[in-house]
């Protein structure tokens, strides 16, 4: 018998090393490096190679006429169409943000339409699952349930059950009596994700599985596990807001531009349609700190308010506080408006924010940062049917940004008459009902402060 050997693995991004060490050399991680059994294969007679001919690619039967409706339509749009059978979807978020919730929404909504739906759970009893679905109206003879934790296991359930489509809830929760260590170790997360990855093609069932997320909001296990899966869902918001988006990180079947949104009630998850006035509702026009922005999620234009705070401040060190933004692009802008913009910010708070709990990576809401501090730090509102969007860059021009004639018509359709932003660039800025003012660098753009 060859002799085990053990290695240290990193428990968030899967480095191996031979030794223990305090800090993971791959992703820089301290403490993570977790002691686990490899067993050595066992050798064995060289195989004899044959030669085998593939097929050509017209002979290839499409999976696009295949694609299986989730019953839920801003979802099937991010999935690119529906679930392709033998697929695998890997859905990560925070705990709590409603992943359970919305995959026991997907279970009944395939159940009604007759399909048999498997929902193992890792995580909770079979009551705790039944409450859930009783509270969102999820019950229905097709949608089936089980408890597992044990890899052997829930294949015997997958193979007795043979659904249409099987939910795993989650990969963290899975183990194999094949390799040591126990639930949640990069090995383990690795193996189950595999074996549940091969049966899902072979039996051509769609599996969705839940994977839990780290702290800095990436998703846990190894990275193997993303490259494994057809499609990675991300599911952010805040745990005590309303809203929460679904965006597709990876998809082999279809776009990673959609964006799905929707509400938490107490009836589960319902689709937002119109998201631009449901994170305007509140919003108090004339107040100063406030500025709308006109914002792409995907392919999809939404209208969101950045409001900001200055208030002075009496220690040594003044504070910089970002929501929903990229911290550090927040304090480039906050260098660019005070060197070059000259407004005053040294020994003065400043809080930034997007108003409902979404989170905007793009730089174009660098020119409604800027507006907003301004707008707070000089006590002038903004004029209530102005809405911006635009990069700044370190010298205090404004530059252009993709997407102008969506950003538009969605400032169109929601009642908005002026915009403001650069256009220096070669797209149509032509949009009836919206007056498009040109911004060359900073000194234009606080001109609408004082109007």
């Not at 296990?221 to 965006?247: A, N, S």
């Not at 990673?256 to 589960?268: I, K, N, R």
């Not at 507006?371 to 209530?384: D, F, H, T, Y």
Request: with cysteine.
């Amino acid at each position: 018998m060859p002799k085990a050997k053990s290695a240290y693995l990193c428990q968030s991004c899967g480095h191996s090393s031979p030794k223990w060490l305090g800090q993971c050399p791959d992703c820089g991680e301290w403490n993570t490096l977790v002691e686990e059994v490899v067993r050595a294969s066992v050798g064995g007679k060289a195989v004899e190679r044959i030669a085998i001919q593939a097929p050509d690619i017209l002979s290839v039967q499409s999976l696009d006429a295949r694609r299986e409706p989730t019953g839920i339509p801003a979802l099937d749009a991010v999935l690119g169409g529906g679930l392709v059978p033998g697929s695998i979807v890997l859905v990560g978020g925070e705990p709590g943000i409603g992943k359970s919730t919305l995959l026991t929404q997907v279970a009944a909504a395939m159940a009604h339409e007759g399909e048999v739906v498997l929902y193992i759970s890792g995580e909770e009893s079979p009551s705790q699952v039944r409450m859930r679905a009783e509270r969102i109206g999820a019950l229905s003879e097709n949608f089936r349930l089980a408890t597992s934790t044990d890899l052997e296991e829930t294949l015997a359930i997958l193979r007795g059950t043979e659904p249409r489509v099987a939910i795993v809830d989650s990969i963290q929760t899975m183990s194999s009596s094949e390799l040591e260590g126990g639930a949640g170790g990069v090995s383990q997360v690795r193996h189950c994700a595999s074996v549940l990855h091969a049966f899902a093609k072979e039996a051509g069932i769609a599996m969705f599985v839940v994977g839990h997320v780290t702290k800095d909001g990436s998703l846990a296990g190894p990275k193997v596990l993303e490259h494994l899966v057809d499609c990675v869902l991300v599911f952010e918001g805040e745990g005590f807001g309303r809203l929460r988006t679904i965006r597709a990180a990876k998809n082999r079947f279809g776009s990673v531009d959609e964006l799905a949104v929707f509400e938490m009630t107490e009836s589960g998850l319902s689709e937002v349609e119109n998201p631009s006035q449901l994170l305007l509702a509140e919003r108090q026009a004339g107040a100063p700190g406030s500025c709308v922005f006109a914002a792409m999620e995907g392919r999809r234009a939404v209208l969101l308010e950045v409001q900001a705070l200055v208030s002075p401040n009496y220690t040594q060190s003044p504070r910089r506080t970002v929501t929903g933004l990229d911290f550090n692009r927040v304090l480039l802008t906050l260098g660019v408006l005070e060197k070059r913009g000259g407004v005053r910010l040294a020994g003065q708070d400043v809080f930034v924010s997007v108003v409902g709990g979404l989170t905007v990576r793009e730089p174009a809401a660098d020119l409604a940062v800027l507006l907003a501090v301004a707008s707070a730090a000089k006590g002038a509102a903004l004029p209530e049917d102005l809405v911006v969007f635009g990069e700044v860059g370190l010298t205090g021009e404004i530059r252009s940004v993709g997407s102008v004639g969506a950003r538009l018509k969605e400032a169109a359709r929601m009642g908005f008459r002026r915009a403001a932003t650069s256009r220096t660039g070669k797209q149509d800025y032509s949009q009836p009902g919206v007056t498009v003012g040109g911004l060359r660098n900073i000194a234009d753009a606080l001109s609408l402060v004082s109007e």
